[in-house]
């Protein structure tokens, strides 16, 4: 049973609009929530994250939302550029991650 | 400076063979780990050490097994290789006190 849901397997954005990631987890006991970006044939890089005790984070063009009742996080990019053409993972837990099976986000000039 | 490296980057090899994987980082950190990325693309923890120390095992086979020689180094030994052992394997590190791991570039498996 899958225990954090990536439920769009891609996404398409034009270039300078935003981008919209989300991610769905079951476990209310989760303490942090974490954004990874993974380009084909490299690691997933650390992007963002958030505790349980904020429901926004901001790092430059990317945000982060957390929405415990929901049980729901997302990733906003503004504005989108053709670099972040990857896949984006979001991870929830803290020593041990769950991984949601990713979005690939494609940004078109 | 490769933070996170792992070797070989590749790896084709028979059924039925053992073989190894080494990861090295290069940042300090205590505790490090091995995920399984699938066919279906999910990213699945295996292992963690701390310190040298197991201290998480998921459900894997014990064909597979750790080996922490130091605190910088975890390698992954997998035995009598089977068809579904075929996959991208990664190496990640994790400091004290962070929440974010870092990974190595991944090694693919293919198992004919």
């Known amino acids: 049973d899958q225990q954090v849901k990536q439920n769009s397997p891609s996404l398409s954005v034009q270039e300078g609009r935003i981008s919209i990631l989300n991610c769905d987890y079951t476990n209310s006991m989760f303490d942090y929530f974490l954004w990874y970006k993974k380009y084909p044939a490299e690691g997933p890089t650390f992007l963002i994250s958030i505790s349980s005790i904020k429901d926004k984070n901001e790092d430059g063009r990317f945000t982060v939302f957390l929405n415990k009742s929901a049980k729901h996080l997302s990733l906003h990019i503004v504005p989108s550029q053709p670099g972040d053409s990857a896949v984006y993972f979001c991870a929830v837990g803290g020593g041990k991650l769950i991984f949601g099976q990713g979005t690939e986000l494609s940004v078109k000039p | 400076d490769t933070a996170v490296s792992q070797t070989p980057k590749y790896l084709v090899t028979q059924m039925g063979n053992d073989k190894s994987i080494k990861c090295e980082q290069n940042?300090?950190?205590?505790?490090m780990y091995w995920y399984k990325q699938d066919s279906k693309k999910f990213l699945k923890i295996m292992f963690s050490?701390?310190?040298?120390?197991?201290?998480i095992n998921e459900t894997v086979p014990n064909r597979f097994s750790p080996k922490s020689p130091d605190k910088a180094h975890l390698n992954l030994h997998i035995n009598s290789l089977e068809l579904g052992d075929s996959a991208v394997y990664f190496c990640?590190?994790?400091?004290?006190?962070?929440?974010?791991?870092?990974f190595g570039p991944g090694t693919r498996l293919t198992v004919t």
């Open positions: 990640a590190s994790k400091g004290t006190g962070g929440i974010e791991q870092y």
């Open positions: 940042l300090g950190h205590d505790t």
């Open positions: 050490y701390n310190n040298k120390e197991l201290i």
